[in-house]
């Protein structure tokens, strides 16, 4: 089955840059939408930035212009470059993919990683 790992997280100053990076194994397919979201405590998760099939990126409205998402198609792997990162930026974030279009709804992707941590501090 489709397995989703996240890594590179970790714990940053307000205002620095942070990597973070995603590997899908056991890949079924050859078209897929790929995305980041984040989730607060106590809070559902909430759109980061998606990537389509032919490399269409959008982002959510209040991180435009600080994050970046891309990937590489052929080995399944996926970025977010993070800067000038914020407290409310914290603190879990989850790769996630879909076979084929991106979904419209949240309940709409089918394959999510565990999460990785991101702590921002003031």
């Known amino acids: 089955q489709v397995q989703i790992e996240e890594f590179e997280g970790g714990s940053v100053e307000a205002g620095s840059s942070l990597n973070l990076s995603c590997i899908v194994s056991?890949?079924?397919?050859?078209?897929?939408?790929m995305g980041w979201f984040r989730q607060a405590s106590g809070k559902e998760r909430d759109q980061v930035a998606l990537?389509?099939?032919?490399?269409?990126?959008s982002y959510g409205d209040s991180l435009k212009g600080r994050f970046t998402i891309s990937r590489i198609k052929a080995n399944h792997t996926l970025f977010l470059q993070m800067n000038n990162l914020k407290v409310d930026d914290s603190p879990m974030f989850y790769c996630e993919s879909q076979r084929g279009n991106c979904p419209l709804r949240l309940s709409g992707w089918d394959y999510w990683g565990k999460g990785i941590l991101v702590i921002v501090s003031s």
């Open positions: 990537i389509d099939n032919d490399d269409n990126i």
């Open positions: 056991r890949y079924p397919w050859m078209s897929s939408c």
